[in-house]
């Protein structure tokens, strides 16, 4: 069961599917109006489970003054902490389980490549392609290279096993933190900063995106690199990011989004909710916004050069190429031993090409900066 709140009014959702998380109804998605966690519910958004799966109970805020309003406030208030709890665990264990096998294939990054319209590419490629994703999004962000101006403090929200906070701690010459909800892949991240000798200055550990374990304002460049997709409260999400960055510190968030709707539409299509629904279950998803959410989150704050674009053309090659990598030998026979999360997750790839090619799914940056004091 899970909780909806916002405007009002609290959905409850009985689903089939009670580790799906925030499985609302069908058209709940980022309101028009900015929020603040301070001023508003948190707003959890709405997402794609088919209408079939689930029945719901609306009840309105004027019930919840009387005794029952509470306790029925109290009862879903712990379904959704139950509910994200759920999902908290799925990814740890999703993580846990896969990034070995993806190391061994693919290395330290596990996130797109960035690659030239229909360029062709060997495998070789596919791993410096990784690379120009973080330079091209530096890049867009115009961070700068200049010694004074240049980030010395990161932090790295959903890090995987370290591969941009240390790629930026080596560029920048700065301290990079990163965190994971997986401690398999907080423990390799370090051992792998050991290996390069980095442990003076990188460090990793298993924490929260949405209760981030550090003071306000500590960082000049706050990194989010394919994580964001799997934040359930994406405005608890925004909030901490601009929270953690610095004065002058630049916010950097790369992720998965569903198209922007168009001002006459309420919500995706059915169709497009049923492809979304099957890859959150393959990786452990929540429901998905749109681009133009994330900007209207980041306008709710006093940011400046909020920039955005979408970027799926740039990474066209790349879901062919995990899954001609998983058709080697060495990926059946890794992917075998990995465990039944990852062997889902592998079925679910072609799902993720069929979303791209038909608009449905965005790869977008999200930039800005916090003023400076
Ligand atoms: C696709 S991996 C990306 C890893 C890394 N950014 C990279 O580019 O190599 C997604 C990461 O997000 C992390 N993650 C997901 N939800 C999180 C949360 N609530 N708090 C912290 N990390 C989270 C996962 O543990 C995983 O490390």
Redesign the pocket.
């Known amino acids: 069961m899970v909780v909806i709140t916002g405007g009002g009014g609290v959905a409850v959702c009985t689903c089939q599917y009670s580790r799906r998380l925030f499985c609302g109804g069908p058209t709940l998605s980022i309101p028009r109006t900015n929020r603040t966690v301070d001023s508003q519910p948190a707003l959890l958004i709405g997402c794609t489970t088919s209408r079939r799966r689930i029945t719901h109970t609306r009840t309105s805020s004027s019930s919840s003054s009387s005794g029952g309003g509470r306790r029925r406030r109290m009862t879903t208030s712990a379904a959704a902490t139950s509910a994200t709890e759920t999902l ?1 665990k799925g ?2 264990e999703f ?1 846990d389980q896969s ?1 070995g096998v993806w190391e061994d294939v693919w290395g ?4 797109h490549g960035f690659y030239e319209p229909a360029s062709d590419v060997s495998l070789s490629d596919h791993r410096s392609a ?1 690379i120009r994703m973080i330079e091209e999004s530096l890049r867009f962000a115009s961070l700068s290279d200049d010694s004074v101006q240049k980030p010395k403090s990161i932090v ?9 906070s240390r790629y930026l701690a080596k560029k920048y010459g700065a301290k990079a933190q990163g ?4 401690p398999v ?1 907080a423990q390799r991240a370090q051992e792998l900063a050991s290996a390069q000798g980095l442990d003076a200055n990188v460090s990793f550990q298993v ?4 209760n981030q374990p550090f003071p306000d304002g500590q960082f000049d460049l706050v ?5 964001g ?4 409260d994406k405005t608890k ?1 925004v909030n901490e990011l601009v929270r953690v960055a610095a004065p002058g510190g630049t916010i950097i968030v790369v992720t998965w989004c569903h198209r922007d709707l168009s001002p006459s539409e309420e919500s995706l299509l059915p169709d497009e909710k049923n492809l979304l629904d099957k890859i959150c279950d393959a990786y ?1 998803l929540p429901a998905w916004c749109s681009t133009a959410d994330y900007v209207k989150l980041l306008q709710s704050h006093s940011l400046e050069d909020i920039k955005s674009e979408d970027w799926s053309q740039y990474v066209a090659p790349f879901w062919p190429a995990v899954i001609k990598s998983a058709l080697t030998w060495k990926g059946i026979t890794s992917l075998l031993s990995s465990g039944w999360k990852t062997i889902r997750g592998a079925l679910a790839m072609p799902l993720m090409i069929q979303g791209y090619k038909k608009g449905l799914i965005k790869f977008a940056i999200i930039t800005c900066r916090k003023p400076a004091l």
């Open positions: 908290k990814i740890a993580y990034s330290d990054h596990m996130h990784q790295d929200v959903g890090c995987g096993i370290g591969g941009s965190i994971t909800l997986s892949q924490a929260d995106a949405l990194w989010s690199m394919e994580s997709e799997h934040m359930p999400f452990y």
